[in-house]
T-cell receptor, first 113, second 112 residues
């Protein structure tokens, strides 16, 4: 969905480096999510935020941190990247006032060497 | 542990055939069951969703069947077309919560 953008789209980094993935949305949604996608494991929730001052851990938050800089921006950081964090990362948004549909960004492919 | 189990991991179907993907969940508090479709290089997008007050929902060639007592639901793609080739994810959540738990995904290939 063009209303949810992620940067960068691809990133190759080395073990131990700090990495930030950014997500921006123009949908005016209050809720934002970070997922990682691995083959056979589907999409697993890393962190989610229901408004600017609300940050919650998902099922696989270890090794990750997030920042909700504004309603429209939600960043995911890997403080010290490790190879098993190599994955496809998706940001998603939803609106608490209008149903449960989540709108996904195009994804960031991260490779940790 | 996966709270939502999806099968098969992949399937190949001929054009015009029926694709069937199954999911099972454990948490009885789930009351919202969407299916997402993902094309290569794109993010998932909502395809169709069901609430447990109905046993079936149909939108065009896509149908969800829901069995509350068995805690299972499935996606049927009728008259499958090559353009349906994609990865499909089932998910479950609580309507009031907005959080979703996803299945492992099924890669569908429709051969012409």
């Amino acid at each position: 969905d063009a209303d949810v953008t992620q940067t960068p789209r691809n990133r190759i980094t080395k073990t131990g480096k700090r990495i930030m993935l950014e997500c921006s949305q123009t949908k005016g949604h209050d809720r934002m999510y970070w997922y990682r996608q691995d083959p056979g494991l589907g999409l697993r929730l890393i962190y989610y935020s229901f408004d600017v001052k609300d940050i919650n851990k998902g099922e696989i938050s270890d090794g990750y941190s997030v920042s909700r800089q504004a309603q429209a921006k939600f960043s995911l950081s890997l403080e010290s990247a490790i190879p098993n964090q190599t994955a496809l990362y998706f940001c998603a948004t939803s609106n608490s006032g209008s149903g449960n549909e989540q709108f996904f960004g195009p994804g960031t492919r991260l490779t940790v060497l | 542990q996966q709270q939502v189990k999806q099968s098969p991991q992949s399937l190949i179907v001929q054009k015009g055939g029926i694709s069937i993907i199954n999911c099972a969940y454990e948490n009885t508090a789930f009351d919202y069951f969407p299916w997402y479709q993902q094309f290569p290089g794109k993010g998932p997008a909502l395809l169709i969703a069901i609430r447990p007050d109905v046993s079936e929902k149909k939108e065009g060639r896509f149908t969800i069947s829901f069995n509350k007592s068995a805690k299972q639901f499935s996606l049927h793609i009728m008259d499958s077309q090559p353009g349906d080739s994609a990865t499909y994810f089932c998910a479950a959540g609580q309507a009031a919560g907005n959080k979703l738990t996803f299945g492992g995904g099924t890669r569908v290939l429709v051969k012409p």
